[in-house]
């Protein structure tokens, strides 16, 4: 599955970015998605998912701040993020799952983009 992402860049504190993830049309209307970030040296954390159905779920770090949505007439998912933190800095990442459609927890999410950084300062 191709997942492209966009949206990142450099923000203030306390400031506002939307992340977009495009993809396919099957891709948007089967696979469960989400976000994860990265900030080495550490694992990956993943932030929040929607299943096929709309099912929502987000970390408890990311709770409130960010908000997840689609969009399935462009294909696209998408992560609002607001009251950015110095913390928020990281390679962020769209990633599905192998098809199933649920996310059975953020380790079900297999495939990922190649990333789009997001530097708050």
């Known amino acids: 599955v191709q997942l492209v992402e966009s949206g990142g860049g450099s923000v203030q504190a306390g400031g506002s970015l939307r992340l977009s993830c495009r993809t396919s049309a099957y891709a948007i209307n089967t696979y469960a998605m989400g976000w994860f970030r990265r900030q080495a040296p550490w694992a990956p954390e993943g932030l929040a998912s929607?299943?096929?159905?709309?099912?929502?779920s987000y970390a408890d770090s990311v709770k409130g701040r960010f908000t997840i949505s689609k969009d399935t007439a462009k294909n696209t998912l998408f992560l609002q993020m607001n009251s950015l933190r110095n913390e928020d800095t990281a390679m962020y990442y769209c990633?599905?799952?192998?098809?199933?459609?649920?996310?059975?927890?953020?380790?079900?999410?297999?495939?990922w983009g190649q990333g789009t950084q997001v530097t708050v300062s």
């Open positions: 990633a599905a799952d192998d098809g199933n459609g649920y996310c059975y927890g953020f380790s079900s999410l297999i495939y």
């Open positions: 929607v299943d096929n159905d709309g099912t929502i």
